[in-house]
């Protein structure tokens, strides 16, 4: 039985499935030749990442497809929904990559509340004659212990930057429409562990009283945070986007940054990707990074052996 592992898999989970009989395939086939490639190859089972697309054209043309898998928690490149009206097993990793997506918003956090993000650009250009200058540029840096952080979305991926966060030593405060309350479990080395109740806020909470807020929420149709959005919060708020793009407007995040309403940007994800707006990719109070919030050795592990087990379990019990 044929899995292709079209955006690719961990060695550990490619290992793991050819030891139950699969054959892994991981090359990458460009999304207008799937189809043919597919059929082709008599492939069983798909897996993909946020670059492949997998739509009804796809499902309805490869009879030999049992299985999807998204290694990763968000399936919008997925036409989930379709593909199990046909019969086909759609499968994810949601809890994998949650705790490197949540190193990542503090990533640039802590770069933002630093200025590093700008002075890693400057300091190759200038720090030789003018460094002075650039000490001075950046040496009114905040520290976050004691801010609120408020967190829009309180799944996985928000319950784990939640607990970076208290371990920081800020406030933490949430808004999530289905999670009205939830018990935070901080666990430390030599077993030891902290419990944190926390009930959800409204959304107009969160934008006023937040210091820095991150979203963890799905893909949405419309924004989350549009102008009305930024009206509410705090002078100087800071904000960070490591879940889709298309929750935040951007043209108004950059209009609200040059008019001193919020601070700084961190974005991981982009309306545009895989071709982000040039205003963003310039402007020097955004932290830029390529939609690498799950791309870390351990989490992509994690999904692989996560992915394999779920393809073992569903084609052995099929």
Excluded: W
């Amino acid at each position: 039985m044929k899995i292709l592992a079209n955006d690719g898999i961990s060695n550990s989970g490619v290992k793991k499935l050819e030891e139950s009989g699969f054959e892994v395939i991981t090359t990458n086939v460009a999304q207008e030749q799937l189809v043919s490639y597919i059929n082709k190859n008599e492939i069983s089972g798909i897996l993909v990442r946020s670059s492949t697309t997998v739509r009804k054209e796809l499902i309805d043309t490869t009879p030999s497809l049992k299985l999807i898998g998204r290694g990763g928690v968000g399936m919008d490149n997925i036409d989930v929904d379709y593909a199990r009206s046909k019969g086909l097993k759609v499968i994810n990793t949601p809890a994998a990559s949650s705790h490197s997506v949540a190193e990542l918003v503090f990533s640039h956090l802590f770069s933002c509340v630093r200025f590093l993000h700008d002075s890693n650009r400057n300091m190759p250009l200038e720090g030789d004659n003018n460094f002075k200058k650039l000490k001075k540029n950046y040496s009114k840096g905040i520290e976050l212990k004691g801010k609120i952080l408020g967190i829009i979305g309180f799944g996985r991926i928000g319950q784990e930057t939640a607990k970076i966060a208290l371990g920081i030593g800020m406030d933490v405060i949430y808004y999530d429409k289905y999670n009205e309350s939830t018990e935070l479990k901080l666990e430390f080395t030599q077993n030891k562990s902290l419990s944190f109740a926390i009930n959800t806020s409204s959304l107009d909470e969160i934008l006023m009283k937040s210091d820095f807020i991150t979203l963890h929420v799905p893909a949405q149709k419309e924004y989350i945070i549009g102008k009305n959005e930024f009206d509410k919060m705090k002078d100087g708020v800071g904000i960070i986007n490591a879940a889709r793009g298309g929750v935040i407007d951007e043209t108004e995040l950059i209009n609200y940054i040059d008019k001193k309403k919020v601070s700084f940007a961190g974005l991981d994800t982009y309306e545009n990707e895989p071709t982000p707006s040039v205003k963003l990719l310039m402007h020097p109070k955004i932290s830029l990074s390529p939609h690498i919030g799950a791309a870390t050795s351990e989490a992509q592990d994690r999904i692989g052996i996560e992915l394999a087990d779920q393809i073992i379990n569903y084609f052995n019990n099929d």
